[in-house]
């Protein structure tokens, strides 16, 4: 028997989440009044917490200004005993996510009015929602931003509610969502979403779009297979799932599809325009019982129970979200403790020993070089194997990308020195030339190697960047860039080998970070890594065509030839004094055809006045004097940057 909270009598528990529970229950009043609804809290233990308190008021107050009928209503938000409370409407009936998952438990199919009803429905919903203003008449800027199928129910009569406004974002309420982390469900994201770009309506557009392709198609628009495959997919609008179930669905409402799924937003349909394209062919093919279709395919299928409420699932809100946590994490957890055992022993072929060891430990020998597939490895009191004969470290001696033995080297086709400014031009003509192969730069103290650097390049884009300095470790990023707690870092460390020796794979799997997160942060990760390359002042470089690293990718998004302007804008300004240096009383002057115009680079505006001085030829030196209103004035500091740039990328070439 639960207690009462505040004025509502609690029926029964229906969900309890990560952070928060909701109850059925009832509110009475006089003369016999009494109101069923679906009340939300804060789970007791996270209620003294500032972060979830400030999110649920959040929710509230974003929720308290929807008042449409496909939208799931608020009715009361209070406190009681110190803690907050969300009343709801009770939704009796199911969702999309269930109604999916029973069709195809029973092979069958759901017709196309019913999903073009429910893709109008929850549209119309959308649109709503999108053209919010203020009491002033200023547009909001809603954007729901988890348009998934748990979120759109269905209620017992056939009408459709979208619900779940726990992570929604108006420009006026912004720093709840607006956090530098990518909301969403894994496979119902916009490709800006997975991009962890800006967002507007017409995200919710595309979210809602790929349900109503898998209510068409009866499985998932991107697919299956790993969470990062599917984050791949999306961002390149990867549509051979929908190609090669073509046939099911009619030209007219593939053209909706299409529209609707633009990778660019600018180019998608809006959400009325999707409402009233989806209402349009339901009525030229006079399908006007939208309702009753839905109603009895519920009751054919046993979808419909009496007091069903909620999904059993509960409400897919910030706040009850059970899908961070894989199933057995917690268990995991307990059975191998929250550090690696210590239970390894190196020998290295000069007969040192190092250990015993954690697990941990042992993976930074390889990913530093110290170790390869040849080291001799003890498990606990085993004999002494070389690592290759070690299940557990079968991606660190077999990965191209994690080995650090120079042989080849020896295929090079070009090499040289590092120094300021030196790495710039290089990677340009690698991009320029769309060349696939791998960049090694390695410095050496005493002959010996101190710090190594391999950078993939597929086309001519950057894809996977491997690195043997430990402060460039996935775990110590997630630390220093806030994306997890170190604490967090070590219980997932502790569970590599369940994971092939893949930080990301038991972060994810404990429920630590989120797929799409992960994403964002290794993207994150290889882009500071090769960013940090053009910093190096000395060391050697040297290009093996046709090399490909075998890992898989987080790419750095379609930043393009803007990567070399961002290595530019960070670097010091004694690199920017030291590149320029050789050319200071060089004549130079503007390219009237680069090989890569320069709006591939999308320069600040400063700097491209800059490079426009130089149009009838000048030098450095002189064009620098001129700029300089001070020692080191913003102005001056972009001259330099300007010029940096257009001498590597062929913007700007030296006469004679």
Request: proline share 6%; charged share 25%.
């Amino acid at each position: 028997m639960h207690a009462p909270i505040g004025p509502y009598v609690i029926e029964r528990r229906l969900a309890t989440g990560g952070m928060a529970e909701v109850f059925v229950a009832q509110r009475k009043g006089p003369h016999g009044f009494s109101k069923r609804v679906a009340l939300k809290r804060i789970l007791p233990q996270y209620a003294g917490d500032p972060d979830f308190v400030s999110m649920f008021i959040d929710e509230a107050k974003v929720a308290a200004q929807l008042q449409h009928p496909n939208v799931v209503q608020v009715f009361d938000f209070g406190e009681h005993g110190g803690e907050l409370f969300l009343a709801m409407e009770l939704v009796e009936g199911t969702n999309v996510n269930k109604l999916l998952r029973t069709v195809a438990a029973q092979r069958t199919r759901i017709p196309v009015d019913t999903a073009l009803y429910i893709a109008a429905q929850t549209a119309h919903a959308l649109a709503y929602a999108h053209r919010l203003a203020d009491p002033g008449g200023s547009p909001l800027g809603f954007v729901h931003r988890d348009v998934s199928p748990a979120n759109v129910l269905l209620t017992a009569t056939g009408h459709v509610k979208l619900t779940d406004f726990g992570i929604s974002k108006v420009t006026t309420q912004a720093r709840r969502t607006e956090d530098g982390h990518v909301r969403g469900k894994l496979g119902y994201m916009s490709p800006e979403q997975v991009m962890g770009k800006a967002l507007d309506g017409r995200s919710d557009v595309f979210t809602l779009a790929t349900v109503m392709a898998e209510l068409l198609l009866g499985e998932p628009l991107f697919g299956s297979g790993s969470e990062l495959d599917i984050l791949v997919r999306i961002r390149d609008v990867d549509l051979r799932v929908l190609e090669k179930g073509g046939r099911r669905i009619s030209r007219d409402v593939r053209k909706i599809l299409d529209a609707a799924l633009r990778r660019d937003p600018a180019e998608r349909l809006t959400a009325q325009e999707l409402a009233a394209a989806c209402d349009e062919v339901r009525r030229r093919r006079g399908m006007s019982h939208g309702p009753e279709r839905l109603a009895r395919l519920m009751e054919r299928l046993d979808l419909v129970e009496p007091n069903y409420g909620l999904d059993s699932e509960g409400p897919s809100t910030s706040l009850v979200d059970t899908s961070l946590l894989s199933p057995g994490a917690e268990q995991l957890l307990r059975d191998v403790g929250a550090t690696s055992p210590s239970i390894y022993t190196v020998r290295f072929p000069d007969g040192r020993e190092r250990g015993p060891m954690s697990f941990p430990k042992l993976v930074q020998l390889f990913t530093s070089g110290e170790a390869h597939g040849g080291t001799l490895i003890r498990k606990e009191s085993a004999d002494y194997l070389p690592a290759r004969d070690l299940p557990e470290l079968t991606r660190f001696v077999t990965s191209p990308a994690l080995q650090w033995q120079l042989e080849e080297l020896r295929d090079a086709e070009s090499r040289g020195a590092l120094a300021a400014g030196a790495l710039l031009p290089v990677v340009f003509g690698l991009m320029r030339d769309k060349r696939v192969g791998v960049l090694h730069l390695w410095d050496t103290r005493e002959g010996e190697p101190t710090r190594r650097k391999k950078i993939y390049f597929v086309d001519g884009r950057p894809e996977f960047v491997a690195s043997t300095d430990r402060r460039e470790l996935l775990g110590e990023y997630l630390v220093e860039s806030g994306h997890c707690l170190r604490m967090e870092v070590e219980m997932a460390l502790a569970l590599l080998p369940r994971y092939g020796g893949r930080l990301g794979d038991a972060l994810v799997g404990l429920g630590i970070l989120r797929p799409v997160e992960l994403f964002k942060a290794i993207s994150g990760q290889v882009r500071q890594r090769l960013l940090e390359a053009f910093r190096w002042r000395r060391g050697t470089w040297a290009f093996v065509p046709g090399a490909r690293s075998h890992e898989e990718t987080f790419p750095i998004g379609d930043v393009g030839f803007a990567l070399l302007r961002d290595a530019v804008a960070e670097a010091h300004f004694s690199e920017l004094e030291a590149t320029l240096a050789p050319s200071w009383e060089r004549m130079v002057h503007l390219v009237p055809s680069p090989a890569v115009p320069r709006q591939a680079f999308d320069l600040p505006p400063r700097w491209g006045t800059v490079l426009d001085r130089t149009e009838w030829g000048t030098t450095p030196g002189a064009l620098l004097t001129r700029s300089s209103t001070g020692s080191r004035s913003a102005e001056l500091e972009d001259a330099y940057r300007a010029l940096v740039l257009g001498l590597s990328c062929g913007l700007v070439a030296p006469e004679g």
